[in-house]
T-cell receptor, first 114, second 111 residues
Framework: DAGVTQSPTHLIKTRGQQVTLRCSPK?????VSWYQQALGQGPQFIFQ???????QRGNFPDRFSGHQFPNYSSELNVNALLLGDSALYLC?????????????FGSGTRLTVV | TQLLEQSPQFLSIQEGENLTVYCNSS?????LQWYRQEPGEGPVLLVT?????EVKKLKRLTFQFGDARKDSSLHITAAQPGDTGLYLC???????????FGSGTQLTVLP
């Protein structure tokens, strides 16, 4: 049973460029959440998708946008990249059948902006 | 302002020692989870606690949820080098499905 799959694993972009990160949730999960994690810090919530709609959003600018597809997979898009966007981007999936929202995380995408 | 405060931020101990990590907040959580993360990997769920005063044990790890559901602790007995990692607490408020994470405790267990 595959867990959460994220791609790519590493990415280097230039300031001002745009990037798209991808996530396939664990089989049976219908909700995808995206987090940004700076080195040695806890993950910061970006947004959450369920039924192809953004349901909740953290304190991130509109440069961060996302999408969820009918097969529950998801994309995170970041426009006009800044040096400060360099971080590990984590995708977590869960199911609405789990009352306590146990998350399964992917290994993340390490984004470096130069 | 961090919603969940973890302490200590860093902890380096010798193999065989005991340790406790704390997770505190002024908010009440409907549930609280503990994760462990190793370098280059995503966090892995260790436990979920939902009832005030609840205690759960996972081998040498003991998790406790505060009576008021505002704080939690993780106690490790006889730590081993394999316990090394970033320990994260995460809470859900009310019916929100969003998990808010603490800043993490970086544990290093020396052989």
């Amino acid at each position: 049973d595959a867990g959460v799959t994220q791609s790519p694993t590493h990415l280097i972009k230039t300031r001002g460029q745009q990037v798209t990160l991808r996530c396939s949730p664990k089989s049976g999960h219908d909700t995808v959440s995206w987090y940004q994690q700076a080195l040695g810090q806890g993950p910061q919530f970006i947004f959450q998708y369920y039924e192809e709609e953004e349901r909740q959003r953290g304190n991130f600018p509109d440069r961060f946008s996302g999408h969820q597809f009918p097969n529950y997979s998801s994309e995170l898009n970041v426009n006009a990249l800044l040096l400060g966007d360099s971080a590990l981007y984590l995708c977590a999936s869960s199911t609405t059948q789990d009352r306590y929202y146990g998350y399964t995380f992917g290994s993340g995408t390490r984004l470096t902006v130069v | 302002t961090q919603l969940l405060e973890q302490s200590p931020q860093f902890l380096s101990i010798q193999e065989g020692e005991n340790l406790t990590v704390y997770c505190n907040s002024s908010s009440v959580f409907s549930s609280l989870q503990w994760y462990r993360q190793e370098p280059g990997e995503g966090p892995v769920l260790l436990v979920t606690v939902v009832t005030g005063g609840e205690v759960k044990k996972l081998k040498r790890l003991t998790f406790q949820f505060g009576d008021a559901r505002k704080d939690s602790s993780l106690h490790i007995t006889a730590a081993q080098p394999g316990d090394t990692g970033l320990y994260l607490c995460a809470g859900a408020i009310n019916s929100a499905r969003q998990l808010t994470f603490g800043s993490g405790t970086q544990l290093t267990v020396l052989p």
